[in-house]
Structure formats: C-alpha cells, structure tokens
C-alpha cells in the first residue's frame, strides 16, 4: 500500500507554485465547473447544436446541393406534407410493422432460450457462445449473406422451406415478394439480434436470488407457479429493458434491410428512416428532410419516454 | 518557453505540410465510376502523365455509391477531384449551382471545336441550358443501352428450327420489342446444355437509378416523351399518354414472363453474372461492357450484341458522361491541360482502342470504324437515338420519383401502368412547383 501523504506531498511540490496559486484561488464549484466544462462544450456542439440547427432547418427552403439558392422560411409546410404524404405514412407502417414484430419475436426467443440456457447443463457456456455469433457480424454482412440465402434458385433458405414443405424453391422469392418480403426482414433481424436480448434476459433470470425459489419449494409451488410469480416479474425489468433498446434500435434500422431489399419490391419495406436517407441524401431536400427528422425523434422520444415510465413504475414494484 | 515555441512551431509545420485532400501542382485528381472503362483511362492517361510530368490519382466509385459519393463532394465544396467524370443528368445542378467550370472561354482559346464531336453527345454531356451553346463538359463516353445475346443458342440449328416453326420466322437479334417479348418467352424455361436458362436479364433496381434506365428502354421507343413541348413542363400527355403506357406494360410484361427467378432487384453487375453464368438468353446492358464482354474467357466468343429495339421509334435510353473541370480544384491549369490533351483526335482514337467510347467525330467517321469492334455499328446506330432523364438541377428528387413508381407497377404489381405514369405527373409537378418552374 502506497503512502497516500507522501503521494500528495510529491504532487504538490511538482505543481509549479503560481498554478497552485490560480487553484487555490478557485471555488469549489469553480473547479467543478471546470473539470465537467470540455463533456459540456463536446455535447452542446454535436448533439445540441445539430439538433437545433435542424429544427431551424426544418422551417426553410434549404437544400443542401441548392447553395446559391435563397433559404426562405417556409413555416410549417414540410410539417404537413410530411403529416399528410401517403408515402410517409407507408413508410411509418413498414416501420411499425418491423419494429413490433421483431420486438414480438426477439422477446419470446430471447427469452425462452436465456430460461433454457441458465439451466446448468454440459457445455452451456460453449452453446451460449455459439448462440451469440450473430449478433457479433456486422450488419453489412448479414444483409448481404442473407440476400445469399434467400436466393431462390441458389439459396439454402428456399432449400430448407422446399425441404419441408414441398414448394420448389425457385417458386417463391423471400425479397422479391410483396407479401414475404417484410417478414424476409423480419427473420433476419430476429436471427441477427435474438441473442441480444437473450443476454439480457439471462441476466435478468441469473439476478434472482435462489432463496426465494427454495421458499417457494418450501411452499409447495409448482414450476408453473414460480415461473409465472416469480421468475417473470423479477425479469420483467430486464425483459422490458431489451425492448426498449430494441425497439429504439429497429425503429432507425437502415444498413440491413437497404442491403436486402433497397427498400422494394416498390416501396414495401421502404421504413421510415430509408425515406429520410433518400430525401436528406439523394433529393437534397435538406429542410424536408429535417422536418422528418424532427417527427421521428418526437415519435421515439415520446414513446421512450412513456415506456421508461412504465419501466421504473415495475421496478418499484 | 523556447521549447514550447519550438514545439509549437514543429506542429504548425506538420499541419501545414499534411495532407489536406487538395491535390500539388503537379498531381491531377480524376473522379468516375469503378468499372471496365476507367481502367482503360487509366492506361491511357499514362500517355498524359509522360507528355506533362503530371501525376495523375484517380478515385472510382462503384456504380450503386457514385451519385452520392461525387455529388456529395460538390455540394460540400470538398476538393478532392480536379476531374469528374460526371452522369449527364448532373450537368444542370452542378451548372447552375457552380460546381463545373464553363469551359467555353477555353474551348475558343485552345480551339476545341464542339461540332467536331458527334452532335448528340454534346448535346447531352455538355450542354446546359439543353441544346444552349454553353459548355460544362468534354463528351468523353459515350454510352446507351443496349443487349448482348447468346449467338451461339440463337444459331444452334435445333433452336432455330423450333423457333422457326413456332413463329415463322428466323430466330434473329429482334427489331422490336413485340419480337423481343416473342424470343424472350421462347427461351424462358427452356433446357439448354442440361441447364434451365431464362428469357432476360433486364433492370429492375430500386435503390439508385436501375429500373428507371431500364424501363425507359422500353417506354421511349414505344414513344414516351418527358414534355409535349420542350422547356414547357407539360407533361400531361406525354408522360402517361397511350403510347407511353403500352410500353411500360411491355416492360412489366417481360420482367413477368422473362426473368430469371429472384430477379427483382437487378443492375448491371447482376445481369452482367446471369450472362456469364449462362442463365439467360438475352441481357440488357450498358454499351461500356461490350469491350470486356468480348474479352470474357468464357463467352466472350459466343457474344453478339443489338441495338435497343424499336416500336413506333428507334430510341436507345442515353448513358455515359462528359468530363468536366470542378471548379473547385487548386490545379486549374493541369484540369485544363488534361481537357486539352483528351480532346486530340489521336488521343481520341486510342482511347477507343483501348475500350472507352470516343465521342470524336474522327473516331466515329473513320471508314474503318463499323468493323473495328463487333459492337462499334450497332453504338454509331444507337448514339443516333439517344434520349436522356431529365438534366435538371432536381434530377435526383424527379429520378427518385420514378424509381419508386416504376418498382411499385413493374415489381410489387400495384395498381396499372396508367396510374403508376399519372402518379408520376403528380410527383413530377410537385417537384417542379417545388422548383419554381412550374
């Protein structure tokens, strides 16, 4: 163990005696403010400042390839376009629908495999690793494998459906079809993040103290029983907690699924953050885009902020 | 204090002398997209770096990534290319909005006559406003959309004995597309070499210009035109007139009943691996990979090409791009000094020979032409009826429009092709309201 005095004393004989002086001559709070100033200035200038540089934007004309144009303020027109385009709304479909069914079925797998691997059985720690490789691919290489697999003629996805089911393979497409290709997304995402909310749940499961189960035993509970009043609601926080990461993940998905289907076939898996990449960087309508922008941070704040509420009402409980 | 003056001037220097992205005096910049013909003005361009001790640095951009890779570039005054190699649709943002240089002042200095390059080109690649004689551009390849088919399976006697007897008819490169649908369908399905092989591989990608080029392939033969008159932005009419439909539905129609499956979201590069592989009978492509076509190892042999097919006109939908110097750049007098070296005759005719599509009328007239590559009649043929997407400063906004309309009738299968064409008006004029043109 170091002598701490001695430590002081040599990092006070170091400090040149006019700084030492100019601290000395410091507040407290000064010195607070000092140290907490450069996290303060860094946020302001890359998240506050863009974030109200946008919403002026969203009130112009301003286009970001358009530099010689004059920027006019258009009041709250892109607001009502964007509120009343059939695409928008289209888009805001594709995304719900991504989003819940994805959340639905990363949760009920997630979950179900944490409770089954936080059973001690051999080589648990070896299948959870297995378990976890998805989630350690990059996005990249997910949309484009998966673009592989769901190859009708070449890929092992339409095989494994024609091997069960008796469908040739080449007679439906994954990602050209109107009708599979949300779900196509869908599989991908949950193959992809399952695991995810697997850990999370596990963690959840391996935080209830063993006693209460033995009480339980004590008491003559069924499996079912302490599944349902204890297992469940100790891990709901956990549960509820990967939901929200998720949910906040998926509702900006962009890279996976522009690399399966770019948005098609038409405009079916178009989501909304793929219609705000094509406005913002491909129409340069920078001031729609901004206000589009606005709309979905208002969404996801709002519905993150309602749901974190009803998150800390079930840890209190 | 010395010390820290010393340091502090060491960092300046290193700052200073760092790269900045801007390219030395003697060090040109060219930017275009990664494909076969870049790498042919790779070659040629060592030519130029001999001649003026220039050393030259290319950035190429695979097809997918170009437009918004350069054209980020220029809307964020970024100086990394001294040369772009721009799509001819950018000629009207990147005149309006500053980006190219007008080169007419040096065009006159250095005298570069426009009227000695082929008239469509410099109309497309140079000019703006369209068919006005201000030049942003040096037409430096061309391009259109044309069709490579399996000579060999359209001259096997067997093949063309049953299409005979099927159609009357000699199985042949078709003139039309009601003759193109006919081969396509032919071939659909059909076993050859013990492989099930498709109609066509045509375009139908939706995340950046695909089905837009494709379609339009189709549309503007049938008689499709942007406007009733030029300038005007009449489109009702035109865009969705009877003509115009027919073609859209014939589009559909092949992508139905002639495609590959899974070919629902395919470019170049896609039907460029169904050829290859032997999985189609016909592929639609771009001129520029004729060259490495015909160099292929494995069917370059069997290769033969056609021209667009016609209907009620012969129109062939427009690629290629002019050069042009970014206004931006810190090495003017090279930019200039490169134009200048591009635009000789001989360097035009090498850069011919080498795989890229000379614009130079001495290239074009030369008697020898016609018969110096397999594909060079049927180019002459079809530069001869190129039309173009609009050249706008919204291009992007007005060919994003289409893509989304196009995908949604020719792929998804909404609604009919005259309600995909009057959505596109709509989405047109919104865009040109938007603009203040209309």
């Known amino acids: 163990m170091p002598d701490m005095n001695a430590i002081a004393d040599r990092v006070a004989s170091a400090t040149p005696p006019h700084v ?10 000064s010195i607070a ?19 109200i540089w946008t919403v002026y934007l969203s009130f112009t004309n301003y286009a970001s390839n358009r530099p010689n144009r004059a920027v006019v303020n258009v009041g709250l027109k892109w607001y009502q376009d964007i509120l009343s385009s059939p695409e928008v709304w289209a888009a805001m479909q594709a995304t719900a629908h991504f989003v819940f069914w994805t959340i639905f079925f990363q ?43 769901y190859q009708p003629q070449i890929g092992l996805f339409n095989y494994v459906i024609s091997f ?16 599979l290709a949300p779900w196509a997304i869908v599989i991908v995402d949950t193959w992809m993040w399952t695991p995810y909310v697997m850990l999370i749940c596990l963690a959840g499961l391996r935080s209830i103290p063993d006693y209460i189960y033995e009480a339980a035993e004590v008491d003559r509970a069924s499996k079912w029983r302490q599944f349902w009043s204890i ?4 891990a709901l926080p956990f549960i509820m907690l990967a939901v929200l990461f998720r949910g906040i993940e998926n509702f900006k998905m962009f890279d996976m699924v522009v690399l399966l289907t770019g948005g098609g076939p038409g405009s079916t898996t178009e989501l909304a953050s793929i219609t705000l990449k ?24 709002g519905l993150a902020n309602i749901y974190v509420r009803a998150l800390n009402k079930v840890k209190q409980r | 204090m010395k010390k820290l003056l010393a340091s502090a001037s060491a960092l300046a220097a290193i700052v200073a002398l760092a790269p900045t992205g801007a390219a030395q005096a003697d060090e040109l910049t060219l930017c275009w997209a990664a494909w076969d013909p870049a790498n042919a003005l790779v070659e040629l361009s060592k030519d130029f770096e001999k001649a003026s001790g220039t050393t030259m640095k290319y950035e190429f951009v695979p097809w997918p990534n170009f437009a918004d890779r350069m054209l980020n570039e220029l809307n964020s005054g970024g100086k990394l290319c001294d040369l772009l190699i721009g799509d001819s649709q950018w000629i009207g943002g990147s005149a309006e909005n500053g980006y190219y240089v007008k080169l007419n002042d040096f065009f006159d200095k250095e005298g570069i006559k426009m009227s000695d390059f082929a008239d469509a080109t410099v109309y497309a690649y140079s000019t703006w406003p369209k068919g006005s004689p201000n030049y942003w551009a040096l037409p430096a390849m061309g391009d259109a959309n044309a069709w490579f088919y399996r000579k060999d399976w359209f001259e096997n006697p067997e093949i063309a004995g049953e299409f005979k007897a099927k159609h009357n008819r000699d199985l042949a490169p078709p003139k039309t597309w009601t003759e193109f649908k006919e081969v396509a369908q032919f071939f659909q399905g059909r076993q050859i070499d013990g492989k099930t092989v498709y109609g066509a591989a045509i375009f139908t990608e939706r995340a950046s210009e695909g089905i837009t080029m494709g379609a339009t392939s189709a549309l503007y033969p049938y008689g ?60 639609m492509n771009w001129f ?18 056609f021209v667009n097919p016609s209907q009620k006109v012969a129109a062939s939908t427009l690629g290629g791009q002019g050069i042009s110097v970014v206004a931006n750049t810190d090495n003017m007098e090279g930019a200039l000094a490169y134009v200048k070296w591009f635009a000789q005759p001989d360097v035009q005719k090498k850069w011919w020979a080498l795989g890229g599509y000379a614009c130079h009328k001495a290239v074009l007239n030369d008697p020898s032409f016609k018969d110096s590559q397999p594909f060079a009649a049927q180019f002459l043929e079809a530069m001869g009826g190129v039309q173009d997407f609009w050249q706008e400063p919204a291009y992007a906004s007005l060919l994003q429009a289409m893509q989304r309309r196009m995908h949604d009738y020719v792929v998804a299968d909404k609604g009919t092709a005259k309600e995909a064409l009057d959505g596109l008006i709509q989405d047109w004029t919104a865009i040109f309201e938007e603009e203040g043109k209309l």
């Open chain 1, 164 to 179: 069960f089911t008796g469908i040739p393979p080449s007679s439906f497409e994954m990602l050209g079809s109107v009708t």
């Open chain 2, 288 to 305: 520029a990979f004729m060259p490495g076509m015909v160099k292929d190892e494995q069917v370059g042999k069997v290769t033969g090409f």
């Open chain 1, 20 to 29: 030492g002086k100019a601290i000395r001559g410091l507040s407290d709070r």
């Open chain 1, 107 to 149: 949760t009920l797998i997630g979950f179900g495999l944490a409770y089954l691997i936080d059973r001690k059985f051999r080589g648990h720690a070896f299948w959870t690793t297995i378990i976890l490789i998805p989630m350690m691919l990059s996005p990249a290489v997910v949309g484009n494998f998966w673009k592989f697999l």
């Open chain 1, 278 to 301: 094509r406005q913002a960087f491909e129409a340069y309508r920078t001031g729609y885009s901004s206000a589009f922008a606005i709309i979905l941070f208002v969404v996801v704040f």
């Open chain 2, 224 to 283: 499709f035109k942007y406007e009733n008159t030029p300038g005007k932005y009449d489109m009702e009419g035109a865009v969705n007139s009877a003509d115009a439909v027919a073609g859209l539905e014939m589009y559909k129609e092949i992508y139905e009943c002639c495609t590959p499956p899974g070919y629902t979201d395919s470019y170049m590069g896609e039907g460029l691996d169904a050829f290859k592989s032997g999985q189609v009978a016909m592929m």
């Open chain 1, 231 to 234: 297992t469940l609601p100790m």
């Open chain 1, 33 to 51: 403010w000092i140290f907490v100033a450069p996290t303060m200035i860094l946020l302001l200038a890359i998240n506050i400042f863009p974030l």
